[in-house]
C-alpha cells in the first residue's frame, strides 16, 4: 500500500483535500486484507471440513449476496430505472461470470485451502496483481510506471521468501 500511495501523496503536495480522498479507499484495502485472511482462518476450521467445498462454496456466495445486495440497491436506485433491456451477451457473461468466477473458484479455492492450509492458499493469491498488471499492460495499454513495477518486485520478493521457508522446513 505505502509503494502505490506514497507517490499520489507527493505529488499531491499532502494537500488536505487530496490526502483525505485517498484515507477511504487505503482503509477499504487495509480491511479487505483484514477480512480475507480472516475468511481464510473460517473457511479452515468451521467450513471446508465440515461441509465440504461445494456447499462452503454457496454458503460464501450467499453470505456476499445477503451483505451486497442492499448496498447495491441503496447506491443504484434500481426501481427508478424505468426501462432495461440488457443484450442476450451481457446475460451469458453475466452467468458465465457467475458460474467460473464465483462458484468455480469458490469451490476450487476450498478444496486448496483443505488441502494444503489457509497459508499456502493466501500466497497463490499474491499472483493475482502481476497477473493483472500484465494483462492490462499487454491488453489495454497500460504504462509499467515505477511505483507499480516496485509493488510488483515487492509482490514476488514476498513469494520467493515465503517458498524458501517452506523448502527450509521440509
Do not use: D
Amino acid at each position: 500500500m505505502t509503494v502505490l500511495v506514497a507517490p499520489s501523496l507527493h505529488e499531491t503536495s499532502l494537500s488536505a483535500t487530496a490526502s483525505s480522498s485517498l484515507v477511504a479507499p487505503v482503509l477499504a484495502v487495509l480491511a479487505s486484507a483484514l477480512f480475507f485472511a480472516t475468511a481464510m482462518l473460517l473457511i479452515k476450521v468451521r467450513l471446508g471440513s465440515r461441509f465440504g467445498p461445494i456447499r462452503s462454496a454457496q454458503g460464501i456466495l450467499l453470505g456476499a449476496a445477503m451483505t451486497t445486495v442492499p448496498w447495491a440497491c441503496w447506491a443504484s436506485k434500481p426501481w427508478t430505472i424505468t426501462s432495461f433491456h440488457p443484450a442476450l451477451s451481457s446475460v451469458i457473461a453475466l452467468i458465465t461470470l457467475g458460474i467460473f468466477c464465483g462458484g468455480l473458484v469458490y469451490t476450487l479455492f476450498i478444496i486448496l485451502i483443505n488441502r494444503t492450509g489457509p497459508s499456502f492458499a493466501s500466497t497463490s493469491n499474491y499472483l493475482v496483481p502481476p497477473t493483472g498488471a500484465f494483462l492490462g499492460i499487454a491488453f489495454s495499454g497500460e504504462k509499467l510506471i515505477s511505483p507499480l513495477l516496485y509493488s510488483l518486485v515487492l509482490i514476488l520478493f514476498s513469494l520467493w521468501l515465503s517458498s524458501g521457508k517452506k523448502s527450509a522446513e521440509n
